[in-house]
Each structure stands twice: as C-alpha cells, then as structure tokens.
C-alpha cells in the first residue's frame, strides 16, 4: 500500500505538469516595445492523438510588423491586413502586420515543433501583457487557443488560454 502511495504522487504531479503544458505556448516571455525580435511558437503535440495539420495564428495589434519563417515541408500562408499599405525599406518603414499567418503541413502527435516569426513591436503599444491567439488544426480536430482573461479572470482559470508575452519599455 506504501508502494502504491508514493508512485501515485509523482503520477498526480505528472499528469498535473502535462494538463499545465497541453497547448501552445511562446517561448518568449518578454518583448521590448519598438523592438524586433524572433518570436518562437512552440508545438509540442498534436490534438488528441491526432497530428497537427495546420497552425493559424491571429498577429496582435502591438505588432508592427511580422514576417514567418518558412518551414520545410509546410505551405505558407499570409493573410495581409485590411489596411495594409506597401512596405517601405528593409521591411521596417510604413509597413503593417499581416492579419493572420498560417503553415499547413503535418506534425505527429508524438512529435514537437517550433513555428518562427520575425517581429517588431509597436512604440506606442500599451505595456503589459500581449496575447497572440492561435488556432491548432489537426485533420477534423480543432483547439482554439484564443481565450483571454477578462477583469477578473486568472490566465491559470481558463481553458484553452492564448499564449502570452509581456511588453516592456525600452531600457534606461
């Protein structure tokens, strides 16, 4: 009974740590408002056994720019904003962020994956947290990481949570 008393804990714990990490997540947990940076979208399984097929990820206004980086074996897709305007040099002057980028491929459930964007974040944007909600598709499977917290509400409280980073303003 001993033995089966100190195996269950570490199975609670385990099983507790995989709910915790059962989405999508960034592997950033910081941006510095007006700078460009390497934002890494990490996959680490598909939906409920089933392999990830596509990866929709909604670009949030505090983004001035986003550029995908291209994934062999994966189709692209780069849905432009509805007020985008041609870019200016170096892809850094008068541009607008996409409104959504995608890749549609195959990832097996048992493997995991990094999605990259290139970024530049907004001068101006409000400091704090900046949610990036993506869409998983895998086949007929859908997991929508794309809730955020309303006043009252912890990140920790929701179900399927958009990943999140926190603004912060340029060092002194």
Known sequence: MIRLARLAVPTVFLLSLSAADAHVTLENKEAVAGASFKLVLRVPHGCSGAATTKLRVR????????????????????VPAKNA?????????????????SWAGALEDASYDEFVLWVSTVKTAPLGPIYVPIVQECGDKVQRWIELPSDGNAPASLRSPAPSLRLIGQPS
């Open 59 to 78: 670009i949030p206004e505090a983004f001035r720019s986003a550029k995908p980086q291209p994934k062999p074996g994966w189709t692209l897709d780069v």
């Open 85 to 101: 305007a041609a870019g200016g040099g170096h892809g850094h002057d008068d541009t607008t962020a996409p409104q959504e980028i």
